[in-house]
């Protein structure tokens, strides 16, 4: 589904790159760096150099998956974390969720990430979010579908337009220093 996403905001303009949370040492806890060999600070880094991001999670018994909840988890420590104006470090960067799983739970798992992310300071666009829910209990997974569905497809490219309409805007204009 990120893939997905990624190649509708490319569609827009957007240049892009793919992190696999997963793949890293990213220790657990609420802070900037927990020390001993954390990979976090690097990812917060090109999260910082980012103007979008696309947090995409499995549904994992109704929820968002542990990775996807330690990424919310380690972005708390920037809530007290400001720029030289005294905003919310995380101000002007616009962020998406994709969720995908063979279970009900999107709307929900939706709903939680964005509302953290929105505390954090990112900016959520109109439709910032997309899902595919596969038949319940069944074996078939996103990646396994031969052809992206019609829905989910258009709403991947609204999703993308919005994201980088809104990102373009807060580039041209930030939110107003305190």
């Known amino acids: 589904m990120a893939r997905h996403i990624l190649d509708a905001l490319e569609e827009n303009g957007v240049s892009t790159s793919c992190l696999r949370v997963v793949d890293y040492d990213v220790k657990r806890g609420v802070q900037i760096d927990m020390g001993n060999g954390d990979q976090w600070p690097s990812i917060r880094e090109q999260i910082l150099a980012a103007d979008i991001l696309v947090l995409s999670t499995p549904i994992w018994l109704g929820h968002p ?75 078939v997974d996103f990646k396994d579908l031969d052809k992206v569905p019609d829905p989910v497809a258009s709403t991947n490219a609204g999703l993308a337009r919005n994201a980088a309409h809104l990102a373009w805007v807060l580039r041209k204009q930030q939110y107003p220093a305190e």
């Open 65 to 139: 998956c542990s990775v996807a909840q330690q990424v919310m988890e380690r972005l708390d420590a920037d809530l007290s974390e400001t720029d030289d104006q005294g905003r919310p470090i995380m101000y002007g960067k616009v962020a998406t969720i994709a969720v995908v799983g063979n279970e009900d739970g999107a709307h929900k798992t939706i709903a939680d990430m964005m509302q953290g992310l929105n505390d954090i300071g990112f900016t959520i666009p109109a439709q910032g979010a997309t899902y595919w829910v596969g038949e319940a209990m069944q074996t």
